[in-house]
């Protein structure tokens, strides 16, 4: 059924006229579309893809910064780190659930990441190669999530809208974790200065990256915010971000690696410079440092799972004969 991946889904539709309208009458109404309710087909669709590469994010982006948990250079740090990526493995689980709500199931969402159908942000095909790495991570890819994230709280989708209050709220503290370790190491030695620098170098741009394409090179964007489901296009939300992160740099004295970024005061907001397209095509197409490893450690955590799913499946087995057998007696 899902044959093309759910990564391929088309947003167009093929329902009749006044269907469609009747359903944009209730979008526009800003009532909220449940999972028993009548929907068009690419709505349905869009949502699937777009939960459930949110959910292998959340899932896969516990890699990077699961790596330095046991590295964590003080109690107090590997605390927060530990609960962060437990937060974010939550997050996976909600937003499983909710792509669940659409007729889709963890199974073959997972079939379709694994076998390379499914996607999830680029921004974890990149290394973690010094402490650093952990606070750049918070501050820059976990603020670019909130940007993202703040507005899906408005998803015309209950189920995703719902899930998505919960997740901000520990997103924020995702954010202040990494931003504070940043602050700590840029306040410090000369060399932990660099440090903080160098990883600022390396995620600034990926992190830009993770809106996505540019507003007129974007494929689901104009149909996403029509339904509602998007409420601000890829542009305008890294432009959020962009202004949003500059004072934050500024006050812990790092600077963003871009010699373009300037203040437009006609516009009200920091021009930058070009993102490098090819690069971000280059890591979503699988040619990232990190792609292969990261697909393996998933392969791995789902072949070593197994058995939990089996004895799961043996045991409502038990239980359902073992109801059934008590039923028949009591007859
Ligand atoms: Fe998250
Ligand atoms: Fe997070």
New binding site residues.
């Given amino acids: 059924m899902y044959s093309q991946g759910l990564i391929g889904a088309k947003t167009e539709t093929t329902e009749d006229e006044a269907f469609l309208a009747a359903f944009q009458r209730r979008i526009d109404a800003e009532e909220k579309i449940e999972p028993n309710d009548p929907m068009p087909e690419g709505y349905r669709r869009t949502l699937i893809r777009q939960i459930g590469q949110h959910a292998h ?2 899932i896969v ?1 516990m890699l990077p910064e699961g790596n330095w948990i046991t590295r964590a250079p003080s109690l107090r740090r590997k605390a927060a780190l530990l609960a962060k990526v437990q ?2 493995g939550g ?2 689980l909600y937003l499983y659930s909710a792509a669940e709500t659409l007729g889709v199931s963890r199974e073959q969402m997972t079939e379709e990441l694994l076998a390379g159908k499914a996607k999830y942000s680029s921004i974890f095909n990149y290394p973690t190669l010094t402490w650093a790495d952990i606070g750049a991570i918070g501050w820059l890819v ?1 603020g670019a ?1 909130i940007m993202n ?1 703040i507005p899906l709280c408005r998803c015309s989708y209950g189920p995703y809208a719902r899930a998505m209050i919960r ?1 901000c709220k ?2 924020s503290f ?1 954010q202040r974790q990494g931003y504070e370790i940043m602050m700590t190491l840029a306040n410090g030695t000369p060399e932990q200065k660099e440090l903080a620098q160098d990883a600022l170098n390396r995620w600034w741009w990926p992190s830009l990256m993770m809106f996505g394409p540019h507003d007129s090179d974007s494929q689901h964007g104009d149909q996403s915010m029509r339904w509602k489901i998007k409420r601000f296009t890829n542009d305008e939300l890294r432009q959020q971000f962009v202004d949003s992160t500059v004072p934050q740099a500024e006050f812990i004295g790092l600077t963003l690696p871009d010699p373009e970024l300037k203040w437009n005061e006609e516009r009200g907001h920091y021009d930058f410079g070009p993102i490098d397209w090819d690069e971000f095509w280059r890591v979503v197409k699988g040619g990232g440092p990190m792609n292969k490893e990261r697909l393996e450690a998933r392969q791995k955590a789902w072949d070593e799972g197994a058995w939990v799913r089996e004895a799961a499946l043996a045991h409502a087995e038990k239980r359902k004969a073992r109801r059934e057998a008590a039923k028949m007696a009591a007859e």
Avoid: I, L, Y
Wanted: net charge negative; glycine share 14%.
């Fill in positions: 994010s959340e982006g937060d974010e997050h996976g976990d999530a994230q997740v520990e997103e995702h």
